[in-house]
């Protein structure tokens, strides 16, 4: 007897895909938005908890798509601040990350949209294995759903941030249906989280034309983007694509998006110790954000085993804010979570991918 081989995964399927096949085992379209209440809403671990189903219909559910997630949890760390960390096994055995951070108002999830990276940062454990292949939308939802499930039963998800594995805007075409998707819900449910875009936020390593295609979307989700340098020369030092990009395109492209959506650009900046933390630094990132509608976010190194990076210290930080500020340009630390469980971008599959002896691709 063949072994029940699933080939899709429930999550891959939108509302409508889903309304299909309902309607293909002769069940009426209501049953498709029960489906997804039960996947979205009620964390339904499996079709026989879908309790207001037919049973025929919890059988076929379960024959077609074998569980309602997809991915396996291969790893499941917790932090002392209650960060969570889960590696997760997806169906052709890769593996991606996604972390649960809590604050006393805030659930946050940060997830992973590629296995692996192209971009090469050098500061950043994501690449150092190059990429392997975008993900699916299905794969991108269920991260979210699986640390959705870690949650207290009366607890729900306050904000996604896209900044987790990969690169986000090279994989637009399966991002942009899963947040639409985990965007949607609201008092007629068709599944989704039911949050507003606006508590989304997506971080990319800064390529213009996806920018501007982000911005024709239409939605106000938040844009970040890695900038890490006032100028081209350390900034091609630090994230190697941007020797074909350029920082003015960059923020051309992200002023854009401002007009296209009224959000507030981020602008993310990993503060290396005696390298990108000094004042000159800092004065000439503040001359090229001055009147700009933006904010940086500062983000004390993670410190990766491997690589020669080191913290800034707190004196050359706060001098870093001050110079901003002074500047009027609006500047935040970001909190470190997660530090005791490699919670930093890539640390854990990297880790784990070593462990299974994958050979170093870059
Ligand atoms: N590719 C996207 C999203 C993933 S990285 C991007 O470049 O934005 C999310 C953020 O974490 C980026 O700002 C990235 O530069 C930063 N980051 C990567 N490695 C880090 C490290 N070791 N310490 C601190 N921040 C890091």
């Excluded at 707190?314 to 500047?331: M, N, Q």
Aim: proline share 5%; hydrophobic share 40%; aromatic share 4%.
């Amino acid at each position: 007897m063949l072994s029940s081989v699933t080939s899709r995964a429930l999550c891959d399927l939108s509302h409508v895909d889903l309304v299909a096949w309902c309607a293909a085992q002769g069940e009426p379209a209501y049953r498709a938005g029960q489906v997804r209440r039960w996947l979205f809403e009620k964390r339904a671990a499996s079709f026989d908890d879908m309790a207001d189903l037919p049973r025929a219909l919890r059988e076929a559910l379960a024959a077609e798509f074998g569980e309602p997630l997809a991915s396996r949890v291969v790893r499941h760390q917790v932090a002392r601040d209650r960060t969570e960390k889960l590696l997760l096994e997806l169906a052709d055995g890769s593996t991606v990350e996604c972390v649960l951070m809590r604050e006393p108002k805030r659930r946050t999830v940060c997830i992973s949209t590629q296995v692996g990276c192209a971009m090469g940062c050098v500061f950043c454990a994501s690449g150092l294995l190059g990429v392997k292949r975008n993900l699916t939308a299905g794969e991108i939802i269920e991260q979210v759903l699986r640390a959705d499930r870690l949650l207290d039963p009366g607890e729900r998800l306050t904000n996604v941030v896209v900044m987790g594995i990969g690169e986000p805007l090279a994989n637009l075409a399966n991002l942009l249906p899963a947040l639409e998707t985990l965007a949607s819900g609201g008092p007629q449910p068709r599944g989704g989280l039911g949050l507003s875009p606006r508590r989304f936020t997506v971080s990319t390593v800064g390529l213009p034309d996806k920018i501007r295609e982000f911005a024709e979307v239409g939605h106000p989700y938040n844009l970040a983007v890695s900038l890490h340098a006032p100028n081209d020369r350390l900034r091609t030092d630090l994230v190697p694509v941007n020797k074909n990009i350029g920082i003015a395109a960059i923020l051309d492209a992200a002023d854009h998006y401002f007009e296209k959506t009224g959000r507030r650009v981020t602008y993310e900046y990993v503060l290396l110790g005696g390298i990108n933390d000094g004042t000159r630094h800092a004065n000439e990132l503040a001359e090229r954000l001055r009147g700009r509608h933006a904010h940086v976010n500062l983000i004390p190194m993670n410190a990766v085993a491997e690589m020669p990076f080191r913290d800034p210290t707190p004196e050359r930080v706060r001098r870093f804010v001050e110079i901003l500020e002074a500047a009027g340009v609006a500047a935040t630390i970001r909190k470190r979570k997660g530090a005791d469980i490699d919670a930093a971008c890539g640390q854990l599959r990297l880790k784990s991918e070593r462990q299974n002896g994958e050979p170093v691709a870059r």
